[in-house]
């Protein structure tokens, strides 16, 4: 792949080994991690727009905002793991071609998010259950996360870590830290000035529990 030219989306999902050989020349890895935290951006945007949708426009512009910070938020918090767990497998990259490193697994993401960002809004338009669309939203993120491995494996192939395995930790870890950060930002279903349940703090997963039952327990009244 030529230095002279930002790789598109074509080369991102096909190659994503070469997409990480771009980042070599210092101008081309910051444009390359331009590029690359734009389609995260976008992804996580027009996923957290179809969330959103279950409700109104409004808060599905909110959502798309939101989803945009929680994918941020996440990566800045995870990327200390990402450079140890990397320099672990084998990684003997600069800071900054770590973090493209880790850009393009987000990138991945993104544009996994983004092609499955339609089936999710038909379904938020068309149906009444928040649990359903909890359900399906915790889905669609794990089949686009499924994804990531293969930049992960391109990796290893390109020689660029020796081993896979930190990277495959990493991710696992950004999965939770970013699930977690969905509970910090609730509620992502409900109408604007609608007041947090529960109050306080909140582990992930009695959010999500407590979010299904609730609608099990509305539908049985």
């Known amino acids: ?9 074509g080369e991102l999902l096909r190659a994503p080994g070469e997409t990480m050989g771009f980042a070599e020349g210092k101008a081309c890895g ?7 935290a734009l389609v995260t951006t976008v992804g996580c945007a027009l996923f957290g727009f179809a969330v ?9 512009a909110l959502d798309a905002a939101k989803m945009v910070g929680i994918a941020a938020f996440s990566f800045v918090l995870c990327f200390p793991t990402l450079y140890v767990f990397a320099t672990i497998g084998g990684l003997k990259l600069s800071l900054a071609r770590t973090a493209v490193l880790g850009l393009v697994c987000t990138a991945t993401f993104g544009c996994l998010l983004a092609a499955l960002s339609p089936i ?3 379904f938020a338009v068309s149906t009444e259950s928040a649990a359903f669309i909890i359900v399906l939203s915790c889905f669609l993120a794990w089949l686009a996360l499924v994804f990531v491995v293969r930049p992960i494996s391109a990796a290893k192939a390109k020689g660029i870590v020796e081993r896979s395995i930190g990277l495959h930790m990493w991710l696992v870890v950004f999965a939770v830290v970013a699930l977690q950060t969905v509970t910090l930002v609730r509620p992502m279903l409900a109408p604007i000035g609608t007041p947090r349940k529960p109050e306080g703090k909140c582990f992930f997963l009695m959010h999500f529990g407590e979010s299904i039952a609730d609608e099990f327990r509305s539908s049985a009244r």
């Open 30 to 36: 910051w444009r390359l991690a331009a590029f690359l």
């Open 52 to 60: 959103g949708s279950f409700v109104d426009l409004t808060v599905a």
């Open 120 to 122: 999710l809004w038909l």
């Open 1 to 9: 792949m030529s230095n002279e030219t930002t790789p598109g989306l």
